[in-house]
């Protein structure tokens, strides 16, 4: 009854217990569950800890408030005691709808962050090597034209660009990337490290016989015995 009084607001199944909700909640498409803890077979506490993933918005309708603090463990959307007032009903509604956009916008923005990763490499120019890729900046994705890229480190499962003294941090492993980077403009000197080769003003040895390239930001990129044949035909390469 009160449902009835409230906007925006379509009941797609009814259950008489725990089995029966949890039936319902796997052929309907819910937004939001009216639960109530104690019931036959399957408890409200129960059911709701079945969802790990992705849940709809709990909300829990019960005469106990002794459950309280087991059902906030499970983290529902609300807990509300009766008898229910239709200003509380109203007020839990707006918190599970409000958590479900905040889930859905959340899965937007994994969704793009995953498609810009995977393809985050976007632009490219006749010969097939990237000009552009796109990184995080601030919370946002930003073009970074790669001609502006000084040299880039493998991070765990992940790449830095580093860029004019800033540093991005891109999904993507340094293998992936290197496959599609102009070898004239970017030379693998590491397993872990790419750098441009205009960016290069100076090759010395540090102790222990490594050799170390300094770049124009002033930034040290060490060089492996595996990858300094590379960097000699860099060397030898007219300008």
């Known amino acids: 009854m009160l449902l009835a009084e409230i906007e925006n607001v379509e009941i797609v199944g009814q259950a008489a217990d725990g089995e029966e909700a949890l039936a319902v909640l796997e052929t309907a498409p819910v937004d939001i569950v009216l639960l109530d803890i104690k019931m036959p077979g399957l408890s409200g506490l129960e059911l709701l800890s079945r969802f790990k993933a992705a849940p709809p918005a709990f909300v829990f309708i019960t005469a106990y408030s002794r459950f309280a603090v087991d059902a906030f463990e499970l983290a529902p959307t609300d807990y509300l005691l009766k008898p229910v007032s239709i200003e509380r009903l109203r007020q839990a509604l707006t918190r599970g709808r409000a958590e479900?956009?905040?889930?859905?916008?959340?899965?937007?923005?994994?969704?793009?962050?995953?498609?810009?990763?995977?393809?985050?490499?976007?632009?490219?120019?006749?010969?097939?090597?990237?000009?552009?890729?796109?990184?995080?900046?601030?919370?946002?994705?930003?073009?970074?034209?790669?001609?502006?890229?000084?040299?880039?480190?493998?991070?765990?499962?992940?790449?830095?660009v580093h860029s004019g003294g800033r540093s991005f941090l891109l999904r993507l492993s340094i293998r992936q990337l290197e496959q599609r980077l102009d070898p004239r403009h970017f030379v693998r000197v590491h397993r872990s490290a790419l750098v441009?080769?205009?960016?290069?003003?100076?090759?010395?040895?540090?102790?222990?016989?490594?050799?170390?390239?300094?770049?124009?930001?002033?930034?040290?990129?060490?060089?492996?015995?595996?990858?300094?044949?590379?960097?000699?035909?860099l060397a030898r390469r007219p300008a």
Not at 126 to 132: K, N, Q, S, Y
Not at 146 to 155: H, P, Q, R, S, T
Not at 212 to 227: D, H, I, K, N, Q
């Open 100 to 160: 479900i956009e905040s889930r859905r916008a959340a899965q937007r923005l994994a969704e793009l962050e995953a498609a810009l990763a995977r393809g985050a490499p976007e632009e490219a120019d006749e010969d097939g090597f990237l000009t552009e890729v796109w990184v995080k900046a601030r919370g946002e994705r930003v073009r970074l034209h790669l001609d502006a890229v000084d040299w880039i480190e493998a991070e765990g499962d992940h790449i830095r």
């Open 196 to 233: 441009r080769a205009e960016r290069i003003v100076r090759v010395a040895r540090a102790e222990g016989g490594q050799a170390v390239l300094t770049l124009e930001t002033g930034a040290e990129v060490p060089v492996s015995r595996r990858y300094a044949p590379r960097l000699k035909q």
